[in-house]
Nanobody, 124 residues
Framework: QVQLVESGGRLVQAGGSLRLSCAAS????????MAWFRQAPGKERAVVAA????????YYTDSVKGRFTISRDNAKNMVYLQMNSLKPEDTGVYYC?????????????????WGQGTQVTVSS
């Protein structure tokens, strides 16, 4: 069983930066793949970035490549999403997710554990 708690979301101006954090509980954290999903108003939840259990594979959706960085600290049971050069279209609720298979999947159905979400609002 894994419990996830996100933090770090807030209102920020376009061009600014934020770092989201996800604290995970559970002894097997280091074997789980982790991901950040975003749900914009009126849209489906979609993957932003994902990292395999070994950090050997990292995925970014095209719209955030070069601006966002996902990282994990297995010793601290933490996952981070560094977001730079933020745009209004980055606005949404950001969810941390975990899957026990260890692969950096990009679909919601592959993730068993979810946090409650943290709101990111980027003003123009």
């Amino acid at each position: 069983q894994v419990q996830l708690v996100e933090s770090g979301g807030r209102l920020v101006q376009a061009g600014g930066s934020l770092r989201l954090s996800c604290a995970a509980s559970g002894r097997a954290f280091s074997t789980y793949a982790m991901a950040w999903f975003r749900q914009a108003p009126g849209k489906e939840r979609a993957v932003v970035a994902a990292v395999s259990w070994s950090t050997g594979r990292i995925y970014y959706t095209d719209s955030v490549k070069g601006r966002f960085t996902i990282s994990r600290d297995n010793a601290k049971n933490m996952v981070y999403l560094q977001m730079n050069s933020l745009k209004p279209e980055d606005t949404g609720v950001y969810y941390c997710a975990a899957n026990r298979f260890g692969t950096a999947s990009t679909t919601t159905s592959q993730y068993e554990y979810w946090g409650q979400g943290t709101q990111v609002t980027v003003s123009s």
